[in-house]
T-cell receptor, first 115, second 112 residues
Framework: GAVVSQHPSWVICKSGTSVKIECRSL??????MFWYRQFPKQSLMLMAT?????????EQGVEKDKFLINHASLTLSTLTVTSAHPEDSSFYIC???????????FGSGTRLTVV | QKEVEQNSGPLSVPEGAIASLNCTYS??????FFWYRQYSGKSPELIMF????GDKEDGRFTAQLNKASQYVSLLIRDSQPSDSATYLC????????????FGKGTHLIIQP
């Protein structure tokens, strides 16, 4: 599968500030990347699909103005959590797919804590 | 609503035995099915995926798919303590163009 690099691994920020998370596909040109969120003791929930050169597609219930996604190149997608609040504290994970029959590879994840 | 169901466990299995993990899904149009392993605090690691009815084997792991029953399973032979983790079943609906729908995971404990 693809090699996916995500950083930072963890970040602590103050309530009301913004945080940017980067996801890089190191060996595969990804026109599509996916962003997930995982709360403690829960499963991964798809937040949005990041499309290179176009707007992201957000899942129902995910605020697009709060979770800004930019996919400016075939190797980089960023997720910015704007005006973060404690309830945004979660594990954010990006993913790259080389096609459903090749599996989806996940980044190492970013643990966000908003204080 | 597309759903993936798993028994949350914990499922406790003696070392060396076969661990059997099960998953059902609601969307008959689902195309590909994945098993991921997730250790606490880490991101998921792909174990294997399957898209045709029947069995698929990879080392100690066997995935089984029954589309008529909308059922996917994962067998782990010769279970090792290092297999202790949460196992996530995930389903894809549009052949890679969309993300995955995950089950809540089964917590597997291999007892030495």
């Amino acid at each position: 599968g693809a090699v996916v690099s995500q950083h930072p691994s963890w970040v602590i920020c103050k309530s009301g500030t913004s945080v940017k998370i980067e996801c890089r596909s190191l060996d595969f040109q990804a026109t599509t990347m996916f962003w997930y969120r995982q709360f403690p003791k829960q499963s991964l929930m798809l937040m949005a699909t990041s499309n290179e050169g176009s707007k992201a597609t957000y899942e129902q219930g995910v605020e697009k103005d709060k979770f800004l996604i930019n996919h400016a190149s075939l190797t980089l997608s960023t997720l910015t959590v704007t005006s973060a609040h404690p309830e945004d504290s979660s594990f954010y994970i990006c993913s790259v797919s080389q096609g459903a029959r090749y599996g989806y590879t996940f980044g190492s994840g970013t643990r966000l804590t908003v204080v | 609503q597309k759903e993936v169901e798993q028994n949350s466990g914990p499922l406790s299995v003696p070392e060396g035995a076969i661990a059997s993990l099960n998953c059902t899904y609601s969307d008959r149009g689902s195309q590909s099915f994945f098993w991921y392993r997730q250790y606490s605090g880490k991101s998921p690691e792909l174990i294997m995926f399957i898209y045709s009815n029947g069995d698929k084997e990879d080392g100690r792991f066997t995935a089984q798919l029954n589309k008529a029953s909308q059922y996917v399973s994962l067998l782990i032979r010769d279970s090792q303590p290092s297999d202790s983790a949460t196992y996530l079943c995930a389903v894809n609906h549009q052949g890679g163009a969309d993300g995955l729908t995950f089950g809540k995971g089964t917590h597997l404990i291999i007892q030495p």
